[in-house]
């Protein structure tokens, strides 16, 4: 159990353009979800945090009017890079914790590798 | 943010040699996980000990929390060249539900 899957895996744009990924809570319901960025041999950097039904939460540093994320139920939340720059290319992953999970623990989506070319 | 530091940053062992990794953070937790990372892939959560624990075994993993001085340690005992990946720890500050993580120690094990 505590399955969660993201959309695309992996996904090549052009420079400008909008690219959403998905990141959905196949087996419960996810009262939250968090999105990290991942650079390359670096760690995990939490961007957001995403609660269904109300307004992300932005860490310091991270555009919100770049990074549009929205949970609009309880087992989907979407990130949308906006107007996406080679900068942007990088590894995203949400994770997701619920009701039905062990509260305590998060549990982390594959992944999306995006290149903004 | 980061937490804090992870050492070694890099780690090359044997098979069957014991692997550890320390983690140190810097403010108060509720718990504290670990994960593991195998290239271009997604996290898998290993073991998650909370501030009240001092030790917890599972399978070949032992983890340590000593919150005096705001560190832990991951031990992989008998090691297999499956276990190559990175290994990050996250703090878990129970009020925001948010993880921060470290800066990860990777492993490697040569068969």
């Known amino acids: 159990g505590a399955v969660v899957s993201q959309h695309p895996s992996w996904v090549i744009c052009k420079s400008g353009t909008s690219v959403k990924i998905e990141c959905r809570s196949l087996d419960f319901q996810a009262t939250t979800m968090f999105w990290y960025r991942q650079f390359p041999k670096q760690s995990l950097m939490l961007m957001a945090t995403s609660n269904e039904g109300s307004k992300a939460t932005y860490e310091q540093g991270v555009e919100k009017d770049k990074f549009l994320i929205n949970h609009a139920s309880l087992t989907l939340s979407t990130l949308t890079v906006t107007s996406a720059h080679p900068e942007d290319s990088s590894f995203y992953i949400c994770s997701a914790r619920g009701l039905e999970t062990y509260t305590d623990t998060q549990y982390f989506g594959p992944g999306t590798r995006l290149t903004v070319l | 943010s980061q937490q804090g530091e992870e050492d070694p940053q890099a780690l090359s062992i044997q098979e069957g040699e014991n692997a550890t990794m320390n983690c140190s953070y810097k403010?108060?937790?509720?718990?504290l996980q670990w994960y593991r990372q195998n290239s271009g892939r997604g996290l898998v959560h290993l073991i998650l000990?909370?501030?009240?624990?001092r030790e917890k075994h599972s399978g070949r993993l032992r983890v340590t929390l000593d919150t005096s001085k705001k560190s832990s340690s991951l031990l992989i005992t008998a090691s297999r060249a499956a276990d190559t990946a990175s290994y990050f720890c996250a703090t878990d500050d129970g009020n925001t539900g948010k993880l921060i993580f470290g800066q990860g120690t990777t492993l490697q094990v040569k068969p």
């Open positions: 000990i909370r501030s009240n624990e």
């Open positions: 403010t108060s937790i509720n718990n």
